[in-house]
C-alpha cells in the first residue's frame, strides 16, 4: 500500500513538474528569437518546433531526478512529506517564512547595490511584475528546480560521499550533508549559467551576481531539505520569487 501511494506521489510530482516546465515555453520561444538572428544559417525549424524541442532537455532531467530521489532520498534520510507519507513530516512554516523572505531581500538589495556596474540589461526601469514569468518562477523554481537539486541531485551527492567516504557508518555524518549542500548549490549557480549568457556577456561582477545570489538560494534550500523536508525547500524557494516580485512592485510604484 505504501509502494502504491509512493508512486502516485511520483506521478503527481512529474504531473506538476511537466505543467511547470510548460510555463518556461515563453521565455524559451523568447531566447531562441534572439539568437536565430545571430546564426549564420537557417536552422530549417520554425522557432516554435526549437522552444519545444528546447523543454525536452529539462524534461529528461526531471524524469532522472525523480527516479534518484525516489530510490536513495530517504535512504540518507531525506524526506519527502509526498512520497513518504509514513514518516510523520509537516511544512515548517517558520523557516518558509523568514528565509523566503529574507533571501527576496537580500536578492533585489544586492542587484540594488550593483547596479551601478551591471550590464544595461540588469539597470533598466523598474517595472512591476509580469504574471506569466512569476507563475512560471513559482511553478518551475519552486517544484522543478527543488526535485531536480534537492531530491535528485543532492540525495546522490549524499549518498555517494557516503558510500565512498563512510561506508563503515551507520548514515552519514554532518559533514558529508554539509558538503552535498554546498555541492548542489555550487550547480545550482552554474546551471543559471546559460540563461544569464543569453541576455549578456559574461563580465566578472555578472559571475559573481550569478554565483553569489543562486549559490546562497541553493544553500539555504539544501539546509530545509536536510533539516525538514523537500516540500519545505520547495514553499520557501516559492516564497523567495514571491518576495522578490512584491518588493520589485513596490520599488516600480515608488521609484
Known amino acids: 500500500m505504501d509502494k502504491s501511494k509512493r508512486l502516485y506521489g511520483l ?3 512529474l504531473f506538476i513538474g511537466i505543467v511547470a516546465i510548460l510555463t518556461i515555453y515563453p521565455v524559451q520561444k523568447a531566447a531562441i528569437e ?3 538572428d545571430k546564426l549564420p544559417v537557417d536552422p530549417g525549424m520554425s522557432v516554435e518546433t526549437l522552444a519545444f524541442m528546447a523543454l525536452l532537455n529539462p524534461f529528461i532531467l526531471l524524469l532522472i531526478a525523480l527516479i534518484i530521489g525516489y530510490f536513495i532520498a530517504d535512504k540518507v534520510s531525506f524526506v519527502s512529506i509526498v512520497l513518504h507519507r509514513h514518516v510523520h513530516s509537516k511544512i515548517a512554516w517558520k523557516p518558509v517564512l523568514v528565509s523566503g523572505g529574507l533571501l527576496g531581500v537580500i536578492f533585489i538589495g544586492f542587484d540594488l ?3 551601478p556596474f551591471l550590464p544595461d540589461v540588469f539597470t533598466g526601469p523598474i517595472q512591476p511584475p509580469s504574471f506569466v514569468p512569476f507563475i512560471s518562477a513559482i511553478l518551475y523554481g519552486g517544484v522543478v528546480e527543488e526535485l531536480l537539486m534537492r531530491f535528485g541531485f543532492m540525495s546522490l551527492v549524499t549518498f ?3 558510500k565512498v567516504f563512510q561506508r563503515a557508518k551507520h548514515q552519514p555524518s554532518n559533514g558529508v550533508y554539509i558538503i552535498a549542500i554546498v555541492i548542489s548549490a555550487l550547480v545550482f549557480a552554474l546551471g543559471h549559467y546559460g540563461a544569464t549568457a543569453a541576455v549578456t556577456d559574461m563580465t566578472p561582477i555578472v559571475w559573481i551576481r550569478m554565483l553569489v545570489l543562486n549559490g546562497l538560494g541553493g ?3 539544501g539546509w530545509l531539505y536536510w533539516k525538514d523536508n523537500l516540500e519545505t525547500a520547495m514553499i520557501a524557494h516559492m516564497m523567495t520569487h514571491v518576495a522578490m516580485n512584491v518588493i520589485t512592485l513596490v520599488l ?4
Open 11 to 13: 506521478f503527481g510530482y
Open 34 to 36: 534572439t539568437q536565430m
Open 113 to 115: 547595490l550593483l547596479r
Open 160 to 162: 555517494l560521499l557516503w
Open 219 to 221: 544553500i539555504v534550500f
Open 252 to 255: 516600480s510604484i515608488f521609484l
